[in-house]
T-cell receptor, first 115, second 111 residues
């Protein structure tokens, strides 16, 4: 149980393109989803917390207009990287929390490469 | 000082060895403790989830929490090559619900 699906797994696109990443909880309802960014050989950096039906809460230093988050249902959250540039190239991972539990279940990540 | 400290390794052990992975933390508000395993190019997978001080065992894995020392450990018995991965400790305080991760320790188990 507690499976989180993230799509796509890999994106390569030109600078200036907007990229949408989907995160779905397949077998449970996730009132809260999280978006992380991970650089090579480094830990996960929380970008934003997304609650179903409300605006996302962004961490300090994360541009909300650059990284648009939508959490329209209890099983789906999306992250859109707008007008992506090479410095946005990274590994983006979503997670979902089930009910009142404190643990999070992660998707397999999206490797984004901006040329 | 980081809130969570974890030696990045790498740690290399022979197959069958007992592995000890550790994290220290500074925030007394942390109440929930987790260990995740992350294979290359994959998302983290939850291994162990503990709340109180003491030990919790699941198969070859044992998680240990010492809140008085602000120190947590993960032990892997009879390590296998398939255990080769990066192990991340994570902790959460009751108020924010956010997870704070350690840097991760890279483990290699050699056949």
């Amino acid at each position: 149980g507690a499976v989180v699906s993230q799509h796509p797994s890999r994106v390569i696109c030109k600078s200036g393109t907007s990229v949408k990443i989907e995160c779905r909880s397949l077998d449970f309802q996730a009132t809260t989803m999280f978006w992380y960014r991970q650089f090579p050989k480094q830990s996960l950096m929380l970008m934003a917390t997304s609650n179903e039906g409300s605006k996302a809460t962004y961490e300090q230093g994360v541009e909300k207009d650059k990284f648009l988050i939508n959490h329209a249902s209890l099983t789906l959250s999306t992250l859109t990287v707008t007008s992506a540039h090479p410095e946005d190239s990274s590994f983006y991972i979503c997670s979902a929390r089930q009910g009142a539990q404190r643990s999070q279940h992660f998707g397999d990540g999206t490797r984004l490469s901006i040329l | 000082q980081k809130e969570v400290e974890q030696d990045p390794g790498p740690l290399s052990v022979p197959e069958g060895a007992i592995v000890s992975l550790n994290c220290t933390y500074s925030n007394s508000a942390f109440q929930y403790f987790m260990w995740y395993r992350q294979y290359s190019r994959k998302g983290p997978e939850l291994l162990m989830y503990t709340y109180s001080s003491g030990n919790k065992e699941d198969g070859r894995f044992t998680a240990q929490v010492d809140k008085s020392s602000k120190y947590i450990s993960l032990f892997i018995r009879d390590s296998q090559p398939s255990d080769s991965a990066t192990y991340l400790c994570a902790m959460s305080d009751f108020n924010t619900g956010k997870l704070i991760f350690g840097q991760g320790t890279t483990l290699q188990v050699k056949p």
